[in-house]
């Protein structure tokens, strides 16, 4: 058997993550790609494939946001809110921590350190986000 010494290895990848946890770095993009779902618009099969749009918009969607949870005083939910709107509203959940509420909301993800930064300085605490897995607003 011969040993081989790689000197370059090119691959198609979603993300950089995928490359770095491979303990690998970037040198180049080579070829930016995308994929495109095209259609018949007299397929008999118009059901299924706008359930597959859905389905991959969801998905396209979710990777552009995050799911973030927080705990804010009462007083302070207002401001709270105005920093983390959500697409159409946050969700509130009682706590058993008097004058306290949670806020379960979505965030755009190229935004979340800005978000946690702010929604620190209004008194936020308890804060975790979540990647989500598929979205539909």
């Given amino acids: 058997m011969s040993k081989f010494n790689i000197l370059v290895l090119v691959g198609v990848v979603e993300t950089e993550e995928d490359l770095f946890a491979s303990g690998l770095k970037k040198l180049a993009v080579i070829r930016e790609s995308q994929a495109v779902l095209i259609s018949n ?3 008999r ?3 299924d494939i706008r359930t597959l749009h ?3 918009a969801g998905i396209v969607d ?3 946001h995050m ?3 927080y705990q804010i005083k009462r007083e302070n939910l207002h401001l709270g809110c105005k920093i983390t709107p959500g697409k159409t509203s946050p969700t509130l959940l ?3 921590r008097d004058g306290w509420v949670a806020v379960r909301t979505v965030i755009l993800k190229q935004e979340t350190n800005d978000v946690l930064d702010q929604l620190e300085g209004v008194g936020a605490d308890s ?3 979540y990647n989500i897995q598929n979205y539909r607003a």
């Fill in 54 to 56: 859905t389905l991959l």
């Fill in 62 to 64: 979710a990777n552009k």
């Fill in 94 to 96: 009682p706590l058993l």
């Fill in 67 to 69: 799911m973030l949870e």
């Fill in 127 to 129: 804060m975790s986000v």
């Fill in 41 to 43: 618009p007299n397929s």
């Fill in 45 to 47: 099969h118009a059901n």
